[in-house]
């Protein structure tokens, strides 16, 4: 049953897109026992970052973030270090293991993206890129405006 309303809405479209393009990085992933949300994790990880700039550049709250930090410290990824200016802060650092997978974890993305251009000629991996991210520019300032 198809529901023409609810399909012409931006947002749901968005919400299904994510969603098919997420379930594409699954078989990836398996390989090195990541979820999606652990993924971008490594990628967004910079040394030294704090856990409150992380949660910020990934739109994650400290109750998602939190059990999350802990499986890929458990998993030796990475390592939780408390702040010596401010015992409330908590740096992250990658560990060996977690900067070498961290290397290999961009190919996943290639590899998505180069499935989804087999797929259909009409769109362009690399324009839809900057439209979303144009669009999430746009957003966000207009968040800030309110």
Request: aromatic share 8%; net charge neutral; hydrophobic share 35%.
């Amino acid at each position: 049953m198809s529901n023409s309303i609810l399909n012409k809405e931006l947002c749901f479209q968005l919400y299904i897109a994510s969603k098919e393009i997420i379930k594409q990085y699954k078989p990836y992933l398996k390989k090195y026992d990541l979820t999606y949300t652990s993924f971008i994790t490594l990628l967004a990880l910079e040394e030294g970052m704090t856990v409150n700039e992380l949660g910020e550049e990934l739109y994650l709250d400290s109750g998602t973030l939190s059990p999350l930090l802990k499986k890929l410290e458990q998993k030796g990824y990475l390592v939780k270090k408390r702040s010596s200016s401010d015992e409330r802060i908590v740096k992250l650092f990658l560990t060996e293991d977690g900067k070498r997978l961290k290397i290999k974890l961009p190919a996943i993305s290639m590899e998505v993206g180069q499935e989804l251009a087999k797929q259909s000629e009409e769109i362009n991996y690399n324009s839809l890129i900057t439209q979303l991210t144009q669009l999430n520019s746009i957003m966000k300032s207009m968040k800030q405006e309110e």
